[in-house]
């Protein structure tokens, strides 16, 4: 029985018994009911007896203190707008679509080809804001933030998986790439890789019924109609919110916004209107990947903080029995085959496996077991180890990637250290991809198992020492991301240090009026500010600068200095959050004539209710002021969001006041748009500039005058206005003191490196220090106080720790091979290594446990073969490439 | 002529991305030549070229380093 996939998007089809993704965690099958007949004969035929056929839904209760909803959106659905032809013409795919052709694990494997007659497209278009930016009936009003990147990463791979030169282009109205780093993505496609890119609104999608390929109309810039032939369009869809959300929603009573994302306010970005609920991803709003995991963590956050008192009660701590000590025996290995039901058993000869192990050196136990993982084979394993006086351990079954440690939590239930412990991958790299040939699966097998056993031989106990945790945390940063990751990590019962180089708490959103939903800012900083300086648990240091910094995770030393005098803090964590500040212009007479105001200045001038704002006629507003330039290559992502607010103010003040917004990509994301919306019904008028041909500013007697040349119009346009308002950058502090202090990477721009862009976004790659607000990238308010919680989050991972325990697979360096050369420390990419002077005089490199992640890079690039690497020696290696080859 | 030449690969696999590869084409079931023996590394970089040199010496045609 088949049905189309759904993983595959129907491109391919299933069987009635299917693993959903090729990723799912568990990877196991399951049943799909509606398309089964009802036979039965899985339940009888499965080895494992893992199936119970006639098994119903079962309801479970749970008592829980804290929900997370992290049950993320669905991508719109094309299908009702017609000009497009999704689901008519079979070469118009959405983006979603284009996802799975692009995947190896897709319906053709990663190649690119077209589904109508499966071609190689030689040219793609892809088409923006399919759902998205549209207030037409089943279309949505908010930008879904994430389709400009996704169509220009889609292009660029395209390219890359096309056999013959692609001709990609990306059909856009504004180019929304304001995420870390994603400016100079977007400037290597367009430079680089060559991917068109072209500024139009799309009339229609029709299909040349011959050949299948698709004309597509479209208006350009200057409003001429223009037509081009494709192989393919794909459809970069938005995400929405589905009915089953609506519904799972008012389950839990919490409340959703018109655009039916979740409600929550600037200042508690993950708590839903029912108090305990948290929320993270895009049923917040539309979002990326780092914002979401981001946002994970603070919402992890938010529970941590109201389940503080009861955190750690429903842990049971597990008991081994004392280790054995192995160290004068000689090796003693057993090996332990696995059939994997017929995983292995059906494309080679276990038994032969089995018998051969017997005869290798050291091995004094072999078998082989229907499913070696399976728990009464792990009961039987610490039998056997027992019985046998076992000190060496050999599984040949499938990936230690996922059964290592399985394994080697029965060996320590056996006595055994774990590291005794190795694996022969003999599913993943023989039977499933030496299927149909039989024998030589069957020696590559025995191969891998000897190499298993050669290398089982060498293999030592290592120690897996603990060391203790302070569970003290230092903020450095006393802006709004360092006030919310100080007072988060207080209310979870941590003592705070914040430190913060001005005399006062606040930063930079002490000048800003109104968060983009209109919530007041500088009432709720006063508030935070009191509430810090309430709190038991947190010491405040204003006026006080970093002097200092050592240690490591867990165990950190800082002195700062205050008033002259230094102060010494000991911590277990550091939260960098020391902000980024506004970029001070150089162009447009910015500092020459006062009538050139930054958006800052602009908000202090309103603030302070200046006369010549609220009684100008006419105010020019220049957005990427410093930024998206060469020397600038990023975006400052609040600027555009900032102007409309802006722009709305003055509006508000003065309804007959012209507004003009010279801009270059209007980068109003998510629901942000709204604002852009609003402008525009609003009167102001939006005129595009390119970097080529920037506005000129000039006096002009009482007035200033703008000079820019209209794209619509072709001409250039002459603005008398009574002031301008630059859109100035965001840039980093001089972050190099810091950097050098604490170890940490700067990217080329000066903001702080997270440990990965999309997986760890607010670590560093020093554990124990982690980012948080402008320090790592600009952002708007709600995005720092995401930020912030999540660092706090990720900061009380180590801080509820009593002790932290060192991982055996690390360097070790033998001082006395070690003459101090230092190379190590300059292989070392984790700042694990430092050559220290010893009481001798001598210098030596030494390896500090806890921050060496085992890479084994130190003991490549040692001259003198001092560094070595736990568990992977240069012996405990070569020993299987000996192996490997000797028959 | 006797068979083809089938050259023996010897591949240094990083634990944590190529090796991970391995494993995926195995679940994918993609098939190919069974001429490659891994050896898992935490990390490409401690590949020492010593071990590239010993697998040549020991008689493997070539030596594959990913990760």
């Known amino acids: 029985m088949t049905a ?87 070469n118009v795919v959405t983006s979603m679509d284009f996802e799975r052709i692009l995947c190896a694990t897709g319906p053709y494997r990663g190649h690119v080809h077209r589904p109508s007659d499966l071609k190689e497209p030689e040219k793609i278009a892809w088409l923006q804001c399919i759902g998205s930016r549209d207030t037409h009936e089943c279309s949505h009003p908010y930008c879904s933030s994430v389709c400009c990147m996704y169509a220009i990463k889609e292009a660029v791979i395209a390219k890359e998986h096309s056999v013959h030169p692609l001709d990609t282009a990306i059909f856009y109205m504004d180019m929304r790439t304001y995420g870390k780093d994603f400016e100079k993505y977007y400037d290597r496609a367009r430079e680089e890789e060559g991917v068109r890119f072209i500024r ?107 389940l503080s008192d009861v955190r750690g009660t429903l842990v049971k701590e597990k008991t081994y029995p004392e280790e054995t000590d192995v160290f004068s025996q000689e090796p003693r290995t057993g090996v332990f085959v696995c059939n994997c039901g017929i995983n292995i058993a059906g494309y080679l000869d276990v038994p032969a496996v089995t018998e051969y192990a017997r005869t ?97 031989q060498l293999i030592q106990v290592l120690p897996q ?112 959050a020391v902000g980024a500040e506004e970029y001070k212009p150089t162009e447009y007479l910015y500092g020459e004539d006062d009538r050139v105001l930054t958006a800052l200045d602009l908000d202090s001038a309103i603030s302070s209710k200046e006369e010549r704002i609220a009684k100008a006629k006419t105010a020019v507003f220049i957005q990427c002021v410093g930024s998206r330039e060469p020397e600038r290559p990023y975006c400052s992502k609040v600027c555009c969001t900032h102007t409309m607010q802006s722009a709305l103010q003055l509006k508000e003040m003065n309804p007959e006041m012209d507004i003009y917004v010279l801009y270059r990509d209007i980068r109003t994301y998510g629901q942000r748009e709204e604002l852009y919306r609003d402008a525009r019904n609003r009167g102001v008028i939006f005129i595009r500039y390119d970097l080529e041909q920037k506005p000129e500013v000039k006096k002009n007697g009482d007035g200033i005058s703008v000079r820019v040349k209209d794209p619509i119009l072709g001409r250039d346009v002459e603005i008398n206005s009574d002031f301008v308002v630059l859109a100035s950058a965001i840039v980093p502090r001089d972050n190099s003191l810091l950097s050098e202090m604490f170890k940490l990477a700067l990217n080329n721009e000066g903001f702080f490196l997270e440990a990965h862009p999309k997986l760890a976004p607010v670590e560093s790659a020093t554990a124990g220090i982690l980012l948080a607000g402008m320090a790592h990238y600009p952002k708007p308010v709600e995005e720092s106080i995401a930020q912030a919680k999540a660092a706090a989050s990720r900061a009380s991972v180590v801080l509820c720790k009593d002790e932290l325990t060192i991982e055996g697979v690390i360097s070790h360096v033998n001082e006395l091979m070690c003459r101090g050369c230092g190379k190590c420390v300059e292989a070392c990419p984790y700042g694990a290594i430092a050559v220290e002077e010893r009481e001798d005089g001598k210098s030596t490199a030494s390896v500090q446990g806890a921050l060496c992640k085992g890479c084994g890079a130190c003991a490549v690039a040692c001259p003198t073969g001092a560094a070595a690497l736990m568990h992977f020696t240069d012996d405990q290696v070569l020993t299987m490439v000996e192996a490997a080859l000797a028959m | 002529m006797s068979e083809a030449f089938e050259p023996k690969i010897l591949a240094f696999l990083c634990n944590w991305c190529a090796y991970a590869g391995a494993d995926l084409a195995g679940v994918s079931r993609l098939q190919y030549p069974p001429a490659i023996r891994v050896v898992r590394v935490m990390c490409s970089g401690r590949v020492d070229p010593l071990f590239v040199v010993k697998g040549l010496k020991n008689g493997f045609d070539s030596v594959f380093v990913s990760g």
């Open chain 1, 200 to 306: 139009c609104r799309i009339h229609s999608v029709e299909e040349d019924r011959e050949t299948n390929d698709l004309i597509l109309r479209y208006a350009d810039e200057s409003g001429n109609m223009q037509v081009e032939t494709f192989d393919m369009v794909v459809l970069s869809v938005g995400l929405k919110t589905p009915k089953r959300l609506v519904e799972v929603a008012k389950l839990l009573d919490i409340e959703l916004d018109k655009d039916s994302f979740v409600e929550t306010g600037a200042f508690t970005p993950v708590e839903t209107s029912r108090k305990g609920v948290y929320v993270c991803g895009t049923f917040l709003e539309p979002k990326d990947i780092p914002c979401s995991v981001m946002e994970a963590s603070a919402a992890a956050c938010g529970a941590e903080e109201v």
């Open chain 1, 360 to 456: 290798l050196p050291g091995v004094v136990y072999a078998e082989h077991n229907l499913f070696t993982c399976s728990q009464d084979t792990q009961v039987m394993i610490t039998e056997v180890i027992k019985r046998e006086g076992l000190n060496r351990v050999v599984v040949a079954s499938c990936t230690p990637k996922t059964h290592e440690p399985m394994f080697q939590e029965t060996l320590r239930d056996a006595g055994l250290n774990k590291y005794l412990f190795e694996m022969a991958n003999i599913r993943n790299q023989c039977s499933w991809v030496h299927s149909h040939d039989w024998d030589k699966a069957t020696e590559k097998a025995k191969d891998l198992t000897r190499m298993a056993v050669a290398r089982a």
């Open chain 1, 4 to 90: 189309p996939s759904e993983y595959n998007r129907g491109f391919e089809h299933r069987a009635a018994i299917y693993i959903k993704f090729a990723q799912a965690v568990p990877l196991a099958y399951t049943i799909d009911r509606d398309l089964c007949i009802g036979c039965g004969l899985c339940e009888k035929v499965c080895l494992a007896e893992a199936i119970q056929y006639d098994e119903e839904p079962k309801k479970k209760e749970l008592e829980a203190g804290a929900v997370v909803l992290a049950v993320g959106n669905d991508a719109f659905d094309p299908r009702g707008l017609d000009v497009y032809g999704y689901g008519e013409f079979p």
């Open chain 1, 465 to 576: 020492p603990t060391v203790s945790v302070d569970h003290k945390a230092l903020v450095i940063g006393g802006g709004v991301s360092g006030m919310t990751a100080a007072l988060a990590l207080a209310d979870q019962g941590f003592h705070t240090y914040l430190v913060e180089q001005a005399n006062e708490l606040g930063g930079n959103a002490l000048k800003l009026i109104h968060t983009w939903r209109g919530e007041e800012i500088s009432g709720r900083i006063k508030e935070m500010v009191k509430q810090l300086k309430d709190h038991p648990l947190v010491d405040v240091y204003t006026g006080a600068t970093i002097k200092e910094a050592s240690g490591f995770i867990g165990n950190f030393e800082t002195t700062i200095t205050q008033n002259g005098s230094d102060i010494k803090l000991e911590h277990g964590a550091v939260i960098v």
